[in-house]
């Protein structure tokens, strides 16, 4: 399986930061990769797919880039609701692997 | 509007078996490609199961052989049957559907979520 890990594992930050969060793949994925936002006791939300594609509705502080194994999430001023935990999710391989997670915290 | 309703979990023996359900609105269960994914408690998300919309399916080596994802076209439901439960089974199970466009796979709406708890 393609083994997915982001970094770092968790995150504080305070309001209006920008932050990066990344996803790194075992092996080359090209642009099979997608993230995912999750708020405590919710579904996970999708934010990001094709690695660099805005889902619709999604705010354009999100943002996604990268190819091949190493992956970015930014979060270009980060805002109340934001604080969250998130998922890189790799799709090259109909073996679905998700990353461990990232926590963003309040600072 | 899209919706994903899943029901069918609760508390189950090691060894038992359920069956989730996952009931759609708002599109066609059998013309997207459907997934179920875990969490167990405390824990980040595991992809359990693929169904594509011609019927090809895929597991994670962890419930291959113990689980079997399926589908009913008539009551655009989802299902997920769980044989020989194990604690390590115990999470939330969501199901989500699947977006796939020029070879990429995303999964854009995801249910609420039933918990399975497998415990004596």
């Known amino acids: 399986d393609i083994q997915m890990t982001q970094s770092p594992s968790s995150l504080s930050a305070s309001v209006g930061d920008r932050v990066t969060i990344t996803c790194r793949a075992s092996q080359s994925i090209s642009s099979y990769l997608n993230w995912y936002q999750q708020k405590p006791g919710k579904a996970p939300k999708l934010l990001i797919y094709?690695?660099?594609s805005l889902q619709s509705g999604v705010p354009s502080r999100f943002s996604g880039s990268g190819s091949g194994t190493d992956f970015t999430l930014t979060i270009s001023s980060l805002q109340p609701e934001d604080f969250a935990t998130y998922y890189c999710?790799?799709?090259?391989?109909?073996?679905?692997?998700f990353g461990q997670g990232t926590r963003l915290e309040i600072k | 509007e899209v919706q994903l309703v899943e029901s069918g979990g609760g508390l189950i023996q090691p060894g038992g078996s359920l069956r989730l359900s996952c009931a759609a609105s708002?599109?066609?269960?059998?013309?997207?490609?459907m997934s179920w994914v875990r969490q167990a408690p405390g824990k980040g998300l595991e992809w359990v199961s693929l169904i594509y919309s011609a019927g090809t399916t895929y597991y994670a080596d962890s419930v291959k052989g113990r689980f079997t994802i399926s589908r009913d076209n008539s009551k655009n439901t989802l299902y997920l049957q769980m044989n020989s439960l194990r604690a390590e089974d115990t999470a939330v199970y969501y199901c989500?559907?699947?977006?796939?466009?020029?070879?990429?796979?995303?999964?854009?709406?995801w249910g609420q979520g039933t918990l399975v708890t497998v415990s004596s």
């Open positions: 999710q790799q799709s090259y391989s109909t073996s679905i692997t």
């Open positions: 989500a559907r699947g977006v796939a466009a020029a070879g990429f796979l995303w999964f854009d709406y």
């Open positions: 708002g599109f066609t269960v059998s013309s997207n490609y």
């Open positions: 094709a690695a660099s």
